[in-house]
């Protein structure tokens, strides 16, 4: 297998085709993955990292595998952040999966004399990536270590609403009721769902300054150099490709609570709710979580994921943990 190795971003800038196209052959595919997302989380955050961008090809030169890579600080890492990028991974077409690890472990044995380790984040456990790289790295003379570092609650989508509810422990079901309930109870309350670039980028600054009321560590969140930039960025790339909604609570005229998903494949994924502290009592998250829910059963999503982090809320719906590692790797120096 052949590996092209990219450091000119301008030259990754010519691929996403070819990028996504791999991506969606994948059993890896993912938001986080997709071109898109990389590309803007470079453009926004890369500051004097440098790219390390890895297209694998076959025999014929067909494109099979990809690999999001940066040198940062003398560490490869994946390009992503913890705040930002739920999942990593790298990238190949099925059944490929044999022939990639060995080449990328040949791209390891050659890369650049001034990288101290490899680290690898936010790796779910589903992935061949916590399999392949501990088997593969003493033939290849690294040493390999893997931590959980968190968790992502996953909910399975059944066919029906009804279904869904029947599938709560009874005791989670009477507190999403009475929930639901309280909301219900205001006169003059809508969801609206929104999708177009132009009206995402002016409710996405309203979704902004509702999520930084939340806490002192959301309001920090946001306060990181070209954030804001790269969520509108984002917003942009994937309304084009229709993966991004953000539903909006209304009571009346006044925003309640904001919900900002990714409707990618099969499954939807909550990035990030904001609500209105004033109406905390009437839980306009929740309500919001649940027609969405609601929503992606009706359409046929086969899952809702939560993405990272232990927050109570997400256990009112019945998401189950799935755990997310870290890889790090060790070149021996002997």
Avoid at 91 to 99: A, C, I, L, N, Q
Avoid at 311 to 328: H, M, N, P, Q, V
Wanted: glycine share 4%; aromatic share 16%.
């Amino acid at each position: 297998m052949k590996v092209e190795c990219f450091q000119d971003y301008k030259r990754f800038q010519e691929i996403p085709e070819i990028w996504n196209k791999v991506l969606h052959s994948s059993d890896q595919d993912c938001p986080f993955l997709t071109h898109e997302w990389i590309s803007s989380w470079w453009e926004c955050f890369s500051g004097d990292s440098s790219l390390e961008v890895l297209l694998f090809k076959d025999e014929e030169e067909n494109p099979v595998g990809v690999a999001p890579l940066m040198i940062q600080d003398n560490i490869l890492r994946f390009i992503a952040s913890e705040e930002v990028s739920d999942y990593c991974d790298f990238v190949f077409m099925k059944g490929y999966k044999e022939e990639f690890y060995e080449s990328l472990f040949g791209y390891f044995e050659t890369m650049p004399s001034n990288i101290e380790k490899i680290e690898l984040m936010n790796v779910q456990s589903s992935s061949f990536t916590l399999d392949y790289l501990p088997r593969l790295a003493s033939t290849y003379g690294f040493s390999c270590s893997k931590e959980e570092i968190e968790v992502a609650p996953v909910l399975e989508l059944p066919s029906s609403y009804e279904d869904y509810l029947e599938n709560l422990s009874k005791k989670k079901r009477h507190e999403l009721r009475r929930k639901l309930r309280r909301m219900e109870s205001l006169d003059g309350i809508r969801v609206e769902k929104i999708t177009d670039s132009q009206e995402l980028r002016s409710y996405l600054d309203e979704f902004i300054a509702l999520h930084k009321q939340g806490s002192p560590h959301k309001a920090k969140f946001w306060e990181k150099a070209k954030m804001t930039a790269f969520f509108h960025e984002i917003a942009y790339r994937f309304s084009i490709q229709e993966w991004i909604e953000l539903n909006v609570l209304f009571y009346e005229d006044r925003v309640l609570a904001a919900l900002l998903n990714f409707s990618y494949s099969d499954r939807i994924y909550f990035y990030n709710v904001a609500f209105d502290r004033d109406f905390a009592w009437y839980s306009p998250g929740i309500f919001l979580f649940d027609h969405c829910i609601q929503e992606a059963i009706s359409t046929g999503k086969k899952s809702a994921d939560f993405l990272r982090g232990r927050e109570e809320y997400k256990y009112y719906f019945g998401a189950r943990d799935s755990k997310i590692f870290r890889l790090i790797l060790m070149p021996d120096k002997s």
